[in-house]
């Protein structure tokens, strides 16, 4: 029943919603609410156990319960946080408790599915047996006790402010968040760049890094290519470095469609995996071989003439030398190395070459290697010479981790890049700081000198910020203060090291929704000198999240921020405050203030985040953010029915609420959507299809500046083939999703 997906009678998604929440408060609204709930239960208790001894006239006649009181019930229309998939939810609330939820049955992304990880996400909104972080916590004497908000953020201003006084901007780093909807990421690299240093990083750093640098490398952007649902299309797919099937479960079932219609899957790893056991072909290779044994099924391609020799010719650089150099792997050299025997090898070439287009999908079995760079580059090659780049039902289809780790690496904190991409040129500085309405000359005053265009430190090298000496780094002092905003440390490896670096710090502060291996390990090692602050989920605020097929879907708060809990928005402009910078960070200069405050908890200011998206809009002209408004995107979430479920581009539909018309719009306007808002650039099937066949010009690489990024598109020219990667294995496969 659950992944029955109606077909006629198109029903929008408010009257869906209304059918729910009706059918819902027949049900719900007979019961009572939580508090109610328990006042009642101890009294029917009391009277239990003492009704043997009642006299009959004090028993009264049971009554209906008073129209009134019944409960009110509303049904939140959000996204699961727990994968890339981007699966809607809907949440159903009754007098402001999360009671229950249901996948979107109109989604076309999800289709009505939910895995077990979704299934799970109301254990965020409750209340019972709650492992969240629930109010500021100091560790005093290796204790953690609680303290007020007030308190926290003196204690913890006064110590920053001091800290750059004594040792400069470039002392602070901040790990932000892959779980940050955009408009918080965008945020935390503005509030980073407001305080004066590129010290921040993110998620994406420790798992997609290395396939944004090599796919970037290879035609320009470094995303995924098509989406999910377009592996429908696909006569072929090829898993290499992918447990989809626990990473990603929902994506799988995009991929059993294509299998109803005959199309061939394989998986390659070195385990047998869930995925493994729905392959037509399971390989198993040597763990870290990726690359023998993708330059072996080149090698069997061109040997046997199945590339696509016009495709090369039209639109690939370089491919000459890399028959060459794959010509040294041959069926037998790559069993020596990778394990695989050659006849399976030719077998899966062929399958792979015959049945076009055909797709390749990774994750970190290619990622995390020390060589995942040379991995994915290879992989791309291949799809290169089998002209699936800008195919429908090819592609590179590069499922991330995180449910916004996309979003956050797109505009969020990049300590090599400003939001879109832009490097840290003086030109991309400018382009921001008029985008910010904010005097370029006061946020080159907050930094270091000569600080603004060096990239700052990545998250997984912070503990050298800390532990090397002063004369091994490229700033003025060592690390001294830290915040973990959203991310665990238990991602990362050189633990014993980090906890040296955790002891050394002045200052270490956490702000996340639960106390997570930065609280343990800290509380372990250190006596005091750690804050611990509780940020509410995603599901108690609003905002966007990119999925990893670039579609953008818009939130919407399901319950106010549990316990004491704050959002991110609010938590930073709180702390802008206190640093000094609240005007700036609200764009909030001559007359104009671009990011307006609304009423968040307890009836305090936050930053709205439909401001901050238009903000985010305004500059993101590089990757096309600029056409996604909030407008847009909400009219997206409440009409998913009209999307088709291979294509994602609505068949006609005009929004109730709004009047808009979302003929033609792709499902959460995947970048790049240029121009504004009211352009309605009806954005390019998944970067799948080039414009012309008569296209061709120099190679495009990620952009440096924000005039050099202006002049890029989705579809790169002309691709280049990178340099041929010979870099030996180093380290083990590994399918974790991160
Ligand atoms: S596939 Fe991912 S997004 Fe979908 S329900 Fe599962 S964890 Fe959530």
């Known amino acids: 029943m659950l992944l029955t997906r109606r077909t006629t009678s198109a029903?929008?998604?408010?009257?869906?919603?209304?059918?729910?929440?009706?059918?819902?408060?027949?049900?719900?609204?007979?019961?009572?609410?939580?508090?109610?709930?328990?006042?009642r239960s101890g009294v029917t208790l009391g009277a239990g156990a003492v009704a043997t001894q009642l006299p009959y006239n004090m028993i009264g006649k049971a009554q209906a319960q008073d129209k009134d009181a019944a409960a009110k019930v509303e049904v939140k229309r959000t996204v699961c946080t727990h994968c890339s998939v981007g699966c809607a939810i809907d949440a159903v609330v009754q007098n402001g408790v999360w009671v229950r939820q249901e996948p979107v049955f109109d989604s076309p992304i999800n289709l009505g599915a939910h895995c077990a990880k979704g299934a799970s996400i109301r254990e965020h909104g409750i209340t019972h047996d709650s492992h969240r972080l629930k109010y500021p916590m100091k560790l005093e004497n290796g204790k953690y006790r609680k303290i007020s908000w007030d308190q926290a953020y003196d204690e913890i201003s006064k110590k920053l402010l001091a800290i750059k006084k004594e040792s400069?901007?470039?002392?602070?780093?901040?790990?932000?968040?892959?779980?940050?909807?955009?408009?918080?990421?965008?945020?935390?690299?503005?509030?980073?760049?407001?305080?004066?240093?590129?010290?921040?990083d993110h998620q994406a750093r420790i798992c997609h890094s290395t396939t944004v640098a090599g796919v970037a490398n290879t035609w320009g952007y470094?995303?995924?290519?098509?989406s999910y649902n377009d592996m429908q299309n696909t006569k072929c797919a090829l898993y290499i470095g992918s447990n989809a099937a626990e990473a990603h479960p929902v994506?799988?079932?995009?991929?059993?469609?294509?299998?109803?219609?005959?199309?061939?899957?394989?998986?390659?790893?070195?385990?047998?995996?869930?995925?493994?056991?729905?392959?037509?072909?399971?390989?198993?290779?040597?763990?870290?071989?990726?690359?023998?044994?993708?330059?072996?099924?080149?090698n069997v391609i061109f040997q046997n003439g199945w590339e696509d020799k016009k495709y090369i010719n039209d639109r690939v650089y370089g491919m000459d030398a890399v028959r060459k150099e794959v010509a040294k792997w041959t069926p037998e050299e790559v069993e020596k190395v990778a394990g695989v025997p050659p006849e399976q090898l030719k077998k899966v070439a062929e399958t792979f070459a015959r049945n076009r287009p055909s797709t390749i999908v990774w994750c970190m079995g290619q990622t995390q290697h020390t060589i995942g760079n040379a991995m994915v580059r290879a992989s791309c090659i291949l799809q290169l010479a089998l002209g699936n780049i800008g195919v429908s039902g090819g592609g590179a289809n590069i499922f991330r981790g995180h449910d916004n780790v996309q979003g956050a690496?797109?505009?969020?904190?990049?300590?090599?890049?400003?939001?879109?991409?832009?490097?840290?040129?003086?030109?991309?500085?400018?382009?921001?700081?008029?985008?910010?309405?904010?005097?370029?000359?006061?946020?080159?005053?907050?930094?270091a000198k000569g600080m603004m265009t060096k990239p700052g430190m990545t998250v997984s090298r912070w503990v050298d910020g800390v532990l090397e000496k002063n004369e091994g780094i490229d700033q003025d002092a060592n690390l001294r203060a830290m915040i973990y905003w959203g991310h665990a440390p238990n991602s990362q490896s050189r633990g014993l090291e980090m906890v040296e670096a955790m002891k050394k710090l002045d200052l270490m502060v956490v702000i996340d929704p639960y106390p997570s291996a930065t609280a343990a390990m800290c509380g372990m090692s250190r006596k005091d000198g750690v804050y611990l602050l509780p940020a509410a989920t995603q599901l108690e605020t609003q905002g966007s999240c990119t999925a990893s097929n670039r579609s953008i879907q818009w939130r919407e708060k399901v319950i106010d921020p549990l316990f004491e809990s704050r959002t991110d928005q609010m938590i930073m402009y709180q702390f802008a405050q206190k640093l000094g910078f609240a005007d700036q960070f609200l764009g909030k200069k001559d007359g104009k203030q671009n990011i307006k405050l609304v009423k968040g908890k307890g009836g305090m200011d936050e930053p709205e985040m439909e401001d901050t998206l238009r903000e985010i809009n305004k500059g993101t002209w590089t990757i096309g953010y600029t056409g996604q408004s909030p407008e847009r995107l909400k009219a997206h979430m409440r009409n998913m029915h009209v999307f088709d479920v291979k294509t994602l581009r609505a068949k006609g539909g005009v929004d109730k609420a709004t009047g808009y018309s979302l003929d033609g719009d792709y499902f959460g306007l995947p970048w790049p959507c240029y121009g504004d808002a009211k352009l309605k650039h009806p954005v390019r099937p998944t970067c799948t299809t080039p414009p012309s066949t008569s296209w061709r010009g120099a190679a495009t690489s990620a952009p440096t500046s924000a005039s050099s990024a202006?002049?890029?598109?989705?579809?790169?020219?002309?691709?280049?083939?990178?340099?041929?990667?010979?870099?030996?294995?180093?380290?083990?496969n590994s399918t974790m999703c991160c």
């Open 11 to 39: 029903t929008s998604a408010p009257q869906a919603a209304g059918r729910l929440a009706r059918s819902l408060s027949g049900a719900l609204g007979k019961t009572i609410d939580r508090r109610t709930f328990l006042k």
């Open 168 to 200: 400069g901007p470039d002392a602070l780093f901040v790990v932000g968040s892959s779980k940050h909807n955009n408009e918080q990421a965008y945020l935390m690299r503005k509030w980073v760049s407001l305080w004066g240093t590129n010290n921040t």
């Open 222 to 226: 470094g995303a995924m290519t098509n």
């Open 251 to 298: 994506s799988v079932m995009h991929m059993l469609h294509a299998k109803e219609n005959g199309a061939k899957m394989i998986v390659v790893d070195p385990r047998f995996t869930r995925t493994a056991a729905k392959a037509d072909e399971y390989v198993r290779i040597r763990s870290g071989t990726d690359i023998p044994f993708l330059f072996g099924l080149l």
């Open 409 to 447: 690496t797109d505009v969020g904190p990049n300590p090599d890049s400003l939001p879109g991409y832009y490097g840290l040129l003086p030109g991309s500085w400018k382009h921001w700081a008029r985008v910010w309405n904010v005097d370029y000359d006061w946020i080159e005053k907050q930094y």
């Open 710 to 732: 202006r002049a890029s598109r989705c579809w790169p020219k002309t691709v280049r083939t990178p340099r041929v990667p010979t870099s030996p294995p180093a380290t083990p």
